[in-house]
């Protein structure tokens, strides 16, 4: 059974960079799309970006000045670092998986992360 | 980036309607749709993936249709368990965009 365990910091001030890990359990990272997803308080979800397992990245336009999302195959995880926070970012942040052989939607998602940034 | 727009944005029903949520696509995106439910402080579940296939071990009460711009999720006999906000996603084209959501009470 795929799991998906991810952690963080969760308080930030403005204008530090936001660091979340995600490490995948009973599965490989390769043939699968690895993601961040974020939901603002009583919001809705926001696709943040993706990589591949050799780490070919796709990301949100609104978002894509500032995050930057990675994969270490060596340690089965992948991580997401968005830079210059602002009250804007603070969010519930979840990782997520999708692929070929998932029909390409989120299938396996972490168990979310709530980041506040706050001075 | 391909608009997603859901209606009803809420709803309250009695255990064994039937209940009806819509999703509409700015622009064609074939069966590249799922449906999610998520309820408080949880990460969402698939239910519905290429529009109409059921999710493994989801209650066949729910049922997906639609394909192009106009898609449905349809609850047929709504119980106790399936409050929540329930959310369309398309993945034809980056960036993937979700619905706004529709919130589901139970009278």
């Known amino acids: 059974q795929v799991q998906l365990q991810q952690w963080g910091t969760g308080l930030l001030k403005p204008s530090e960079t936001l660091s979340l890990t995600c490490t995948v359990f009973?599965?490989?990272?390769?043939?699968?799309?690895w993601n961040w997803i974020r939901q603002p308080p009583g919001k809705g979800l926001e696709w943040i970006g993706e990589t591949s397992y050799i780490g070919r990245a796709s990301y949100s336009p609104s978002l894509k000045s500032r995050v930057a999302i990675s994969v270490d195959t060596s340690k089965n995880q992948f991580s997401l670092k968005l830079n210059s926070v602002t009250a804007a970012d603070t969010a519930a942040y979840f990782c997520?998986?999708?692929?070929?052989?998932?029909?390409?939607?989120?299938?396996?998602w972490g168990q979310g992360t709530l980041v506040s940034v706050s001075s | 980036d391909i608009q997603m727009t859901q209606s009803p944005s809420s709803l309250s029903a009695s255990v064994g309607d039937r209940v009806t949520i819509s999703c509409r696509a700015s622009?064609?995106?074939?069966?590249?749709l799922a449906w999610y439910q998520q309820k408080p402080g949880n990460a969402p579940k698939r239910l519905i993936y290429?529009?109409?296939t059921l999710q493994s071990g989801v209650p066949s009460r729910f049922g997906g249709s639609g394909s192009g711009t106009e898609f449905t999720l349809t609850i047929s006999s709504l119980q106790p368990e399936d409050f929540g906000t329930y959310y369309c996603?398309?993945?034809?084209?980056?960036?993937?965009?979700f619905g706004g959501g529709t919130k589901v009470e139970i009278k």
């Open positions: 622009q064609d995106i074939r069966n590249e």
């Open positions: 996603l398309q993945h034809k084209n980056y960036p993937l965009t």
């Open positions: 009973g599965g490989s990272l390769a043939d699968h799309y």
């Open positions: 290429t529009a109409s």
């Open positions: 997520a998986r999708r692929g070929q052989f998932d029909f390409w939607s989120f299938d396996y």
